[in-house]
């Protein structure tokens, strides 16, 4: 038998209630699958912890968060802690200690219905973003100088080495050749006449190991435009870290909302634990009320299985996802259902249970 271990920081609003969701579906699997079992230990960190100990995590957070093969966040963010504390202090710094340099945000419409955009369809917006994560615009490097005076100056420096800009594109190209997909990087040379035009370069340099893989590129800004106008052209997408963070919201506004949006922040070389989370923000306006949509927070356990090389059950979630969605009233009223969050994850465990006896997958 695999045992997983599996660290939980629910965080805060309706971070605890969404994760609730995805450890259910992770128990299901453990019930109908007699070679994969799950540990959970729950950290209480982010903005309420803060409040109540001047601190994001423990000062010992990092070593005792190495011990374990995955993490599962649920959101971060509460009023009264300054965002660039919240990111900074949790989850940048999770990101950062744990090399988690690859950022992967699937853009996949799942259901006709769900996308704003006039004769598009599920074959239409199926793409993946792949994210440089640990550099770049957010590596934090800058100056504030003469705060406070007439003459203040702020800096802000986008960190773009070697290593970490090689090894994203180079893990793009793995990807599309892997998938016989085309692979498509957005840059901004024409103005970032350094960073960018260094990343265009390299980008360049590495396609010649990859005769094999058909290559676009693209400025930030008309990509932008064709992720709406024209989706259907992308099919894996490689970014800087402020890009990709941009470009993927658009992608979730195409796809239904942020309440489907998923995102894995991982290591590929497994050194550390990699981290899974769904990217909608903890809106505490409706925490406690138990309307909050987890099935973001579902998909990012599907992530979660395709990384453990689980792909038989990652597939499965994904298609009780898309059964789910057909069925109106058993969702969560940002997507026009009753569905409280529970009841939304007791049906979807019962679809997931259908399908794996389908496919064959219980053991």
């Not at 579906?25 to 309420?48: H, K, N, Y």
């Not at 499965?316 to 069925?327: G, N, T």
């Not at 007791?346 to 496919?359: M, Q």
Request: proline share 5%.
């Amino acid at each position: 038998m695999k045992n997983y271990k599996i660290a939980l920081i629910p965080g805060d609003g309706i971070g605890p209630e969404v994760v609730a969701e995805g450890v259910k579906v992770l128990q299901a699997i453990e019930r109908m699958d007699d070679e994969v079992s799950f540990t959970f230990q729950d950290f209480p960190w982010g903005c309420e912890y803060y409040l109540e100990h001047g601190k994001m995590m423990d000062e010992d957070g990092i070593e005792k968060l190495k011990a374990f093969d995955a993490i599962y966040l649920g959101a971060v963010g509460y009023p009264g802690v300054p965002d660039h504390i919240s990111l900074w202090d949790l989850l940048l710094k999770i990101r950062k200690e744990f090399d988690l340099y690859v950022n992967l945000r699937p853009i996949t419409l799942l259901n006709d219905s769900l996308t704003p955009l006039k004769n598009k369809t599920k074959k239409d917006i199926d793409f993946l973003v792949i994210r440089e994560n640990s550099e770049g615009e957010y590596a934090g490097a800058g100056d504030w100088l003469f705060k406070g005076k007439p003459e203040e100056v702020v800096l802000q420096t986008g960190v773009f080495s070697r290593k970490g800009t090689e090894r994203i594109i180079r893990y793009a190209y793995e990807e599309a050749r892997k998938q016989k997909k085309t692979l498509t990087s957005i840059s901004k040379g024409n103005a970032l006449n350094y960073s960018m035009v260094f990343w265009d370069e390299v980008f360049e340099e590495v396609g010649k190991e990859y005769p094999d893989v058909e290559t676009y590129s693209y400025l930030v800004d008309a990509a932008s435009l064709y992720f709406v106008s024209d989706p259907e052209r992308f099919e894996i997408v490689v970014t800087s870290n402020l890009f990709g963070d941009i470009l993927t919201d658009i992608g979730a506004a195409i796809t239904g909302g942020m309440g489907l949006a998923t995102g894995a922040n991982v290591n590929p070389e497994k050194e550390f634990p990699s981290m899974f989370e769904p990217v909608h923000g903890s809106a505490p306006d409706i925490s406690g009320k138990e309307i909050s949509n987890p099935l973001a927070a579902i998909w990012s356990v599907s992530q979660m299985m395709d990384f453990f090389e689980e792909k038989q059950w990652g597939a499965a979630i994904l298609d009780a996802i898309k059964q789910i969605l057909e069925e109106t009233e058993q969702l969560t009223p940002d997507l026009g259902g009753e569905a409280s969050t529970p009841e939304l994850g007791d049906r979807f465990v019962e679809i997931l249970t259908d399908i794996a006896k389908t496919k064959g997958i219980t053991k």
